[in-house]
């Protein structure tokens, strides 16, 4: 049996990056996945990506990854193109757009929004139809396979479905949680590689931070969209539209 460490959505919070890091080697899991995000938002975002690419075996791109990599005369992304520098975004750029394998005799398909775009937004509460489409492959997937397990970052909110004898989830957010205001990620066990059946584990883990650290290095950074950055870290309540 093999465990797999499932990241997404740092959006620059390096405090909490490193806590679930930290709490990661706790749990002496060495391969970890990211599901994009890395950046934007909060006043890390440099230090963010040399995180995950010191410790993230496969990252995925996020529809935030997307545009800062991109061309833009918005302030708050000009404000993180700087910080981040050619190289970064040249990293980000080239980020694939899922991660596929087998585990315990499941297809599994990990993206960022779902297997369409970076962009599509799908919450839990959303129709049946549109949330079991999530398990289908799109021309930008690696295989077109069916998922049989089905997992994503994006609506920073953890959850879990069992769908039509499929599984879905949600790894919640680690920098920018908006369901309590705590760290989120997942933990899926099981025989990597393997498409013969055998047992499957996905495990939520919340992890405290220190909030007010993460809070005061972006009042340091003198960042822009500073106030609703601050509010989503201390109440995990949404600021309005996009994440």
Same mark, same amino acid.
């Given at each position: 049996?093999?465990?797999?460490?499932?990241?997404?959505?740092? $959006?620059?919070?390096?405090?909490?990056?490193?806590?679930?890091?930290?709490?990661?080697?706790?749990h002496q899991?060495?391969?970890?996945?990211?599901?994009?995000?890395?950046?934007?938002?909060?006043?890390?975002?440099?230090?963010?990506?040399?995180?995950?690419?010191? $410790?993230?075996?496969?990252?995925?791109?996020?529809?935030?990854?997307?545009?800062?990599?991109?061309?833009?005369?918005?302030?708050?992304?000009?404000? $993180?193109?700087?910080?981040?520098?050619?190289?970064?975004?040249?990293?980000?750029?080239?980020?694939?757009?899922?991660?596929?394998?087998?585990?315990?005799?499941?297809?599994?398909?990990?993206?960022?929004?779902?297997?369409?775009?970076?962009?599509?937004?799908?919450?839990?509460?959303?129709?049946?139809?549109?949330?079991?489409?999530?398990?289908?492959?799109?021309?930008?997937?690696?295989?077109?396979?069916?998922?049989?397990?089905?997992?994503?970052?994006?609506?920073?909110?953890?959850y879990l479905?069992?769908?039509?004898?499929?599984?879905?989830?949600?790894?919640?957010?680690?920098?920018?949680?908006?369901?309590?205001?705590?760290?989120?990620?997942?933990?899926?066990?099981?025989?990597?590689?393997?498409?013969?059946?055998?047992?499957?584990?996905?495990?939520?883990?919340?992890?405290?931070?220190?909030?007010?650290?993460?809070?005061?290095?972006?009042?340091?950074?003198?960042?822009? $969209?500073?106030?609703?950055?601050?509010?989503?870290?201390?109440?995990?309540?949404?600021?309005?539209?996009?994440?």
């Open positions: 049996m093999e465990t797999i460490a499932i990241i997404s959505d740092i $959006h620059g919070n390096v405090t909490a990056l490193e806590t679930v890091l930290a709490d990661i080697r706790q899991i060495s391969r970890i996945f990211c599901l994009g995000d890395l950046v934007g938002k909060g006043p890390n975002s440099d230090r963010a990506v040399d995180l995950i690419r010191e $410790h993230c075996e496969k990252v995925v791109r996020g529809n935030w990854d997307e545009f800062i990599a991109g061309e833009s005369e918005l302030e708050l992304i000009k404000w $993180h193109q700087a910080l981040l520098g050619t190289e970064r975004l040249a990293y980000l750029s080239a980020l694939p757009f899922s991660i596929e394998f087998w585990m315990s005799g499941r297809y599994i398909r990990l993206f960022h929004a779902s297997p369409r775009s970076v962009n599509e937004r799908v919450q839990p509460w959303d129709d049946l139809e549109l949330r079991e489409s999530l398990f289908e492959p799109s021309e930008l997937c690696s295989s077109q396979l069916p998922a049989d397990v089905a997992g994503y970052g994006d609506i920073h909110g953890a479905q069992h769908l039509a004898g499929k599984t879905l989830f949600n790894a919640g957010s680690v920098g920018n949680p908006l369901d309590l205001t705590q760290a989120s990620y997942v933990i899926m066990e099981g025989n990597y590689g393997s498409g013969d059946p055998a047992p499957l584990n996905i495990q939520f883990v919340r992890v405290p931070y220190d909030i007010e650290r993460a809070v005061q290095q972006a009042v340091d950074s003198q960042m822009p $969209h500073l106030e609703p950055y601050i509010k989503e870290l201390r109440t995990a309540e949404y600021r309005g539209k996009g994440v």
